[in-house]
């Protein structure tokens, strides 16, 4: 695994050994977990993780593992880059700010995938060694070391089993009568301009957009962005509206993962129209899937279809914001509950 390191550093510095130090744990933490990955093992962490931490990380380890020999996969290759943000010292503890760029390639998905994610860890010197505390995500609400350990393995438990069947089930449903998608869907639609617009921007924020990442998350906003690139019209009038111009100029149908949905499935007028669907046979090239990440019953995250059928030609990749992910294999994802927007 390469790891890249720069650095921009602020706070109360102890000595450049710590400095050398606190990097090279959390490299070490990185590449731990990537070479476990593509051994399909569990990471050895316990000598630089608490055993709060440690335990999450071994109930998601398993759970990805246990999901890619579901679907007789494996991760081939595993690259991570590191770019050190801050590093604030106080005492005998340390906060650093993270950016991590992965790329994996799946034996059965035919491109690379793309990652980026911020991460804030928190770090105790404990005998002259340093220890990670916690990893927070803070490209999400997604804190790893303040979950309770039985709660997390009943949720992995239940999401994996969950995520199984519904896989299954999304791959072996039929189109019923009702599903069948007219040859002249796209006459409303330019797909490969959805599809330029992924590839450049999955992890840009371009200005005319905004960044809503601190506003709740960028996923919903992206997706609108695709959809736009591909000639869908911005509705101002009617019951149902979809535009954006600006942060105090936009409908909450443009950034809300609901209000999204509500109005592709509700809207009857002019502009895009989405219907959910049963079968990821009926998915495009810039449909999108939506999914409940925290198991609580509301639908949380928007994301585009990148290749519909490009895991292993039974499965979508997508591309998101909030998590920045271009060709990822829909079952990376720990979701408790999926649905499928056709768009036409």
């Known amino acids: 695994m390469k790891l890249q390191n720069s650095s921009s550093m602020n706070g109360k510095l102890n000595n450049n050994k710590d400095e050398t130090n606190v990097k090279q744990t959390i490299d070490d933490y990185f590449k731990l977990q990537s070479n476990a990955i593509i051994n399909l093992k569990q990471p050895h962490l316990k000598h630089i993780c608490s055993e709060s931490l440690y335990f999450v990380l071994h109930e998601n380890t398993e759970l990805l593992i246990n999901k890619i020999k579901s679907f007789h996969s494996r991760i081939i290759y595993y690259n991570v880059t590191t770019e050190f943000c801050s590093l604030t010292f106080e005492n005998n503890t340390c906060t650093a700010k993270v950016k991590s760029k992965e790329t994996l390639k799946f034996d059965n998905v035919s491109k690379e995938t793309l990652r980026i994610n911020l991460h804030e860890f928190e770090l105790s010197k404990i005998k002259n060694k340093w220890i990670i505390f916690k990893d927070k995500d803070l490209n999400v609400n997604n804190n790893y070391s303040n979950r309770?350990?039985?709660?997390?393995?009943?949720?992995?438990?239940?999401?994996?089993?969950?995520?199984?069947?519904?896989?299954?089930?999304?791959?072996?449903?039929?189109?019923?009568?009702?599903?069948?998608?007219?040859?002249?869907?796209?006459?409303?639609?330019?797909?490969?301009?959805?599809?330029?617009?992924?590839?450049?921007?999955?992890?840009?924020?371009?200005?005319?957009?905004?960044?809503?990442?601190?506003?709740?998350?960028?996923?919903t906003n992206y997706a609108s962005q695709v959809l736009y690139a591909g000639g869908a019209p911005m509705i101002t009038v009617g019951n149902y509206k979809w535009y954006y111009y600006g942060y105090n100029n936009r409908y909450p149908s443009w950034t809300g993962v609901e209000e999204f949905y509500d109005y592709l499935i509700n809207n009857k007028a002019d502009g895009v129209h989405g219907i959910e669907v049963q079968s990821v046979n009926e998915l495009k090239t810039g449909d999108i899937i939506q999914m409940d990440l925290d198991g609580d019953g509301v639908f949380n995250h928007t994301s585009v279809v990148c290749n519909p059928l490009g895991y292993n030609g039974v499965l979508p990749t997508i591309t998101s914001h909030s998590l920045d992910r271009f060709n990822e294999p829909i079952l990376t994802f720990n979701f408790t509950d999926i649905r499928l927007i056709h768009l036409r």
């Open 148 to 219: 309770n350990s039985q709660e997390q393995h009943i949720r992995n438990k239940l999401s994996l089993e969950i995520q199984i069947a519904l896989f299954r089930d999304l791959i072996e449903k039929k189109k019923t009568d009702l599903m069948v998608i007219p040859n002249d869907d796209d006459r409303n639609l330019n797909r490969g301009m959805m599809r330029l617009y992924q590839i450049e921007n999955w992890n840009k924020r371009p200005k005319q957009w905004g960044d809503f990442d601190n506003m709740g998350g960028d996923c």
